[in-house]
């Protein structure tokens, strides 16, 4: 639309209907009430049962009410980011017809900053009717961010009120362990219940980093790593290999045993190994790998590689059929792993195993079960969008599941999008501000699996599971 300046409000229909909206407390109390009644009565010792619901089911409770909660809020702060797209795409071509240099700039600099991390700029800005759209984006997610304490702190209210009940009745009936349990979950619920100064969000126990933005460097993963889940993983092989200068890169062949020094790696190009069955590769630590060009791709071809404390940032990695890598304290930004090479056969022909590493922005463009075999311990993975798991040949969801040659245990994901099959592999793991999709096509699972998932704030888009596939959505713990 061409017309004047002022008419650029009834053009933003998504943001007025977002600014006016409210959703009624009446609602939230009503399903948080059913949950109530609906849960199973707490035995007594002398075998009669009491009108109170039993610990795991508030907890099973709580869990699911916070989500239901938060997640048409995450839904309406969407709506209004691509409301206020809009608004600034038609503000950009009448400022451009109208030949508006400056201005035109500024609102090019505010759809940069919507892009990079969907959010209006912080620049100083003079065109009028830039800031009036600033004005109404800020003033309708003020309106959210509060409307969504609001319920929260109706929700932490109602189980905070309903665990504080449950401990003099479990005292009662004699199990005093349970009682405590209640009472510190109670405490715990109060403690980080969304308040003004944390942004509307609850602190989260599981170490230093918090739960957005900031991925830790190599080594700095905040995630707690049991002794049972480590015991699982393949073990590391010692490799013992001769020094070899930076220079091998440009060398069309390499030793069947080789150490590349420490140094800062360009890979440009296709960079390969090949045709040698055999081959071992170690990296000194502290080494970095960024690619150069958009055709940046490194294949390790068959060889056993280990490392630690690595960079590897905007390239293509690849391990051929017999690649086994084994990296611990690295830090990927932007890669694409997986298998490579034309060769096929057996099972898992790509082993990858990732312990204590951060992963940011990308992973794999496909994973088939057969191409690539993942052992994840103990990571970070942030801003993450996984394909389905392709189920290949005969492989079947549920044994795939619960084969240790697939398996991500002990991690954290946050700002992921991650399918079904993929929350599959996942156990004891954490997932924050995470989306959980369906896959496309439909899965069967012959045996039963069973997966706790840590959330907080997380949008469950996947309907109804395959039969034998469970998800017990679990609350964050709390400090």
Same mark, same amino acid.
């Given at each position: 639309?061409?017309?004047?300046?002022?008419?650029y409000?009834?053009?933003?229909?998504?943001?007025?209907q977002?600014?006016?909206? %409210?959703?009624?407390?009446?609602?939230?109390?009503?399903?948080?009430a059913?949950? *109530?009644?609906?849960?199973?009565?707490?035995?007594a010792?002398?075998?009669?049962?009491?009108?109170?619901?039993s610990?795991?089911a /508030?907890?099973?409770?709580?869990?699911?009410?916070?989500?239901?909660?938060?997640?048409?809020?995450?839904?309406?702060?969407?709506?209004? =980011?691509?409301?206020?797209?809009?608004?600034?795409e038609?503000?950009?071509?009448?400022?451009?017809?109208?030949?508006?240099?400056?201005?035109?700039?500024?609102?090019?600099g505010?759809?940069?900053?919507?892009?990079?991390?969907?959010?209006?700029?912080?620049?100083?800005?003079?065109?009028?009717?830039? #800031?009036?759209?600033?004005?109404?984006?800020?003033?309708?997610k003020?309106?959210i961010?509060?409307?969504?304490?609001?319920? #929260?702190?109706? =929700?932490?209210?109602?189980y905070?009120t309903?665990?504080?009940?449950?401990?003099?009745?479990?005292?009662?009936?004699?199990?005093?362990?349970?009682a405590l349990?209640?009472?510190?979950?109670?405490?715990?619920?109060?403690?980080? @219940?969304?308040?003004?100064?944390?942004g509307?969000?609850?602190?989260m126990?599981?170490?230093?980093?918090?739960?957005?933005?900031?991925?830790p460097?190599?080594?700095?993963?905040?995630?707690?790593?049991?002794a049972?889940?480590?015991?699982?993983?393949?073990e590391v092989?010692?490799?013992?290999?001769?020094?070899?200068?930076?220079?091998?890169?440009?060398?069309p062949?390499?030793?069947?045993l =080789?150490?590349?020094?420490?140094?800062?790696?360009?890979?440009?190009?296709?960079?390969?190994?090949?045709?040698k069955?055999?081959?071992?590769?170690?990296?000194?630590?502290g080494?970095?790998?960024?690619g150069?060009?958009?055709? @940046?791709? *490194?294949n390790?071809?068959? @060889?056993?590689?280990?490392?630690?404390?690595?960079?590897?940032?905007?390239?293509?990695?690849?391990?051929?059929?017999g690649?086994?890598?084994y990296?611990?304290?690295?830090?990927?930004?932007?890669?694409?792993?997986?298998?490579?090479?034309?060769?096929?056969?057996?099972?898992f #022909?790509?082993? *990858?195993?990732?312990r204590?590493?951060a992963?940011?922005?990308?992973? +794999?463009?496909?994973?088939?079960?057969?191409?690539?075999?993942?052992?994840?311990?103990?990571? %970070?993975?942030?801003?993450?969008?996984?394909?389905?798991? +392709?189920?290949?040949?005969?492989?079947?969801?549920?044994?795939?599941?619960?084969?240790?040659?697939?398996?991500i245990?002990?991690?954290y994901?946050?700002?992921?999008?991650?399918?079904?099959?993929? /929350?599959?592999?996942?156990?004891?793991?954490?997932?924050?501000?995470? %989306?959980?999709v369906?896959?496309?096509?439909?899965?069967t699972?012959?045996?039963?699996?069973? %997966?706790?998932?840590?959330?907080?704030?997380?949008?469950?888009?996947?309907?109804?599971?395959?039969?034998?596939?469970?998800?017990?959505?679990?609350?964050?713990?709390?400090?």
């Open positions: 639309m061409k017309g004047e300046p002022n008419n409000l009834s053009e933003m229909p998504t943001l007025i977002i600014h006016k909206r %409210r959703i009624g407390g009446a609602v939230l109390l009503l399903l948080v059913l949950a *109530w009644f609906e849960l199973p009565p707490l035995e010792q002398n075998g009669s049962t009491e009108k109170q619901p610990l795991p /508030l907890q099973s409770a709580y869990a699911t009410a916070r989500i239901d909660a938060s997640v048409p809020f995450a839904a309406e702060l969407k709506q209004l =980011v691509e409301g206020y797209r809009a608004a600034l038609r503000l950009q071509e009448t400022t451009q017809a109208k030949g508006a240099l400056e201005a035109l700039l500024e609102v090019r505010e759809l940069d900053s919507l892009q990079a991390d969907g959010q209006p700029g912080t620049s100083k800005i003079t065109s009028p009717q830039l #800031m009036k759209l600033r004005g109404i984006f800020a003033e309708s003020q309106s961010v509060e409307r969504q304490a609001a319920a #929260m702190h109706e =929700v932490t209210s109602t905070t309903a665990l504080e009940a449950l401990v003099p009745e479990l005292t009662k009936v004699g199990k005093l362990d349970e349990k209640a009472k510190a979950l109670a405490e715990a619920i109060k403690v980080g @219940a969304p308040d003004a100064e944390n509307g969000r609850p602190e126990g599981i170490g230093s980093g918090g739960g957005s933005g900031n991925v460097g190599a080594g700095k993963i905040p995630v707690k790593v049991t049972r889940a480590e015991n699982r993983l393949a092989p010692e490799i013992e290999a001769p020094l070899v200068g930076a220079d091998i890169f440009s060398k062949d390499w030793p069947l =080789v150490m590349l020094p420490k140094g800062d790696y360009a890979i440009e190009g296709v960079t390969k190994y090949e045709s069955k055999g081959r071992m590769l170690v990296i000194s630590a080494s970095t790998f960024r150069e060009g958009d055709k @940046a791709h *490194w390790v071809a068959n @060889a056993i590689t280990t490392g630690k404390s690595l960079t590897f940032e905007g390239f293509n990695l690849r391990g051929n059929l690649s086994r890598l990296l611990e304290q690295c830090s990927f930004k932007d890669m694409v792993m997986g298998k490579g090479g034309g060769w096929f056969g057996g099972r #022909m790509s082993r *990858w195993q990732f204590n590493c992963i940011e922005g990308s992973f +794999v463009d496909t994973w088939a079960t057969r191409h690539t075999g993942v052992q994840m311990l103990g990571c %970070r993975i942030e801003g993450v969008k996984f394909p389905p798991l +392709v189920y290949l040949n005969d492989d079947e969801p549920s044994e795939i599941a619960l084969n240790d040659e697939m398996m245990l002990d991690s994901f946050a700002q992921c999008e991650i399918p079904v099959s993929v /929350l599959s592999l996942t156990e004891d793991c954490v997932f924050v501000d995470c %989306r959980f369906a896959d496309p096509n439909p899965l699972f012959a045996g039963k699996v069973k %997966r706790t998932l840590k959330v907080d704030n997380c949008e469950v888009d996947y309907g109804a599971l395959p039969a034998n596939l469970e998800f017990e959505l679990e609350e964050l713990p709390l400090r």
